[in-house]
């Protein structure tokens, strides 16, 4: 495997649900993200973890939790969902090396549908 | 607010040259980038510009104006597989990016 890689690729869940975005990152960087994309918007960034610690929380929503047991693996922990969480959720990774623009490397996305 | 605006969708035809616009309104300004985004795939870098100028790279060219704040991607030589949403992301004072809605480039035979 390289890059990242993105597990489940497809989901659909029901509002009680509760399931898990898995990522994976075989880049040996040291940040990873979550981003919502939904259609005809920008990129919203909902994560940031750097050496395995959060750093950013944008304010969103705490049916969403985060985990990222160590600087390859990244989760996004999903419960009692609504339908405008239907999106797809990006992970993606970067080096960063004191403060400048970083190169994000992403992975193909879950995209999830909640009924 | 920051912001940044990029056409919803174009269309051009395959062996031409199309140019897609971006501007940005950032607090603070570090740079800019443009992805690339095929259907059901990954968004993947193109370029990074932070000076002003074109930066070319092969098929594909970046250029900066930062007195202007504007940047375009100009594609040549469009082939079909340059079907793509293209994605223009601002970086602010915070290194933060603030990102655009992206443009749906449609490739026609």
């Known amino acids: 495997e390289t890059g990242v890689t993105q597990t489940p690729r497809h989901l659909v869940m029901g509002m009680t649900n509760k399931k898990s975005l898995k990522c994976e990152q075989h880049?040996?960087?040291?940040?990873m993200y979550w981003y919502k994309q939904s259609a005809k918007k920008p990129l919203e960034l909902m994560f940031v973890?750097?050496?395995?610690?959060?750093?950013e929380n944008n304010s969103v929503p705490s049916r969403f939790s985060p985990e990222c047991p160590n600087s390859s693996h990244l989760f996004l922990h999903l419960h009692t969902l609504q339908p405008e969480d239907s999106a797809l959720y990006l992970c993606?990774?970067?080096?960063?090396?004191?403060?400048?623009?970083?190169?994000?490397?992403f992975g193909a996305g879950s995209r999830l549908t909640v009924l | 607010g920051q912001n940044i605006d990029q056409p919803t969708e174009m269309t051009a035809t395959e062996g031409a040259i199309v140019q897609i616009n971006c501007t940005y309104q950032t607090s603070g300004f570090n740079g800019l980038f443009w992805y690339q985004q095929h259907a059901g795939e990954a968004p993947t870098f193109l370029s990074y510009?932070?000076l002003d100028g074109l930066e070319e790279k092969g098929r594909f060219s970046s250029f900066l104006s930062r007195s202007k704040g504007y940047s375009y991607l100009l594609l040549k030589e469009l082939q079909m597989k340059d079907s793509a949403s293209y994605l223009c992301?601002?970086?602010?004072?915070?290194?933060?990016?603030?990102w655009g809605a992206g443009t749906k480039l449609i490739i026609k035979p």
């Open positions: 510009n932070v």
């Open positions: 880049l040996g960087h040291n940040a």
């Open positions: 973890y750097s050496l395995e610690e959060r750093v």
């Open positions: 992301a601002g970086i602010d004072s915070n290194y933060q990016l603030i």
């Open positions: 993606a990774s970067s080096q960063v090396i004191g403060s400048g623009a970083n190169v994000l490397t």
